[in-house]
């Protein structure tokens, strides 16, 4: 099956700076790639996403990157503020109805 | 998106005992739910795959004589862990795929606890 890395596990900023947190994927056949942002408790909410067809997308603060060939994606933040405090996690999945598998996470704090 | 509610939100229950979670898609037919478990700090893990009026796809490693999925209808899926244990505790999640095939939306999750 499909095997997602993601780094780094945590990461702190200062407000104002960018993050950044990179993951890879294993199986060629994925095509979509979600990123997820969960608080403590609470289920993961879609904060942006990208298909294969596509190198970059941009969504206000938040940009994401792929590399098909590569086989790595990448989240970017720009302007980080506190409220962007919380575990962020990739995913990679093959589309319509198939099953996501999820990277291992990035704790991310951004300092006042 | 999808509207997708799980229930209990929080349930405690003496080793031994089974419990059951609902998860069930509000606002659209769902043929495919997907179940998770995530331990604190930890990522998602995938369990299993519900497919409505067949067996569920379980993930290596998963024991699907513990962890019974019944996807009765098209809108409720249901996680049974069966004799549960205290390293069963842990935050149980389901997701449903959106009408248009591909974003995730999720239950607000279970956290179990076995005392």
């Known amino acids: 099956g499909e095997n997602v890395e993601q780094h780094p596990s945590t990461l702190s900023v200062q407000e104002g700076d960018s993050a950044v947190i990179k993951c890879t994927y294993s199986d060629s056949a994925s095509n979509y790639f979600p990123w997820y942002k969960q608080e403590l408790g609470k289920r993961p909410q879609l904060i942006i996403d990208?298909?294969?067809?596509?190198g970059e997308k941009k969504d206000q603060r938040i940009a994401v990157t792929l590399n098909k060939t590569a086989k790595h994606f990448s989240l970017h933040i720009t302007e980080t503020q506190p409220e962007d405090s919380a575990v962020y996690f990739c995913a990679a999945s093959k589309g319509a109805g198939n099953q996501f598998y999820f990277g291992t996470g990035t704790s991310l704090t951004v300092i006042p | 998106g999808a509207v997708v509610s799980q229930h209990p939100s929080w349930v405690i229950c003496k080793s031994g005992t089974s419990v059951k979670i609902e998860c069930r898609s509000l606002?659209?037919?769902?043929?495919?739910m997907f179940w998770y478990r995530q331990f604190p700090k930890q990522s998602l893990m995938l369990m299993a795959t519900s497919n409505e009026g067949s067996k569920a796809t379980y993930e290596q490693g998963v024991e699907k004589d513990k962890f019974l999925i019944n996807h009765a209808s098209l809108t409720l899926s249901t996680l049974t862990v069966t004799s549960a244990h205290p390293e069963d505790s842990s935050f149980y999640i389901c997701?449903?795929?959106?009408?248009?095939?591909?974003?995730?939306?999720f239950g607000q999750g279970t956290r179990l606890t076995v005392v």
């Open positions: 997701s449903v795929t959106g009408r248009w095939g591909t974003e995730a939306f």
């Open positions: 990208i298909r294969s067809n596509v």
């Open positions: 606002d659209f037919q769902a043929t495919t």
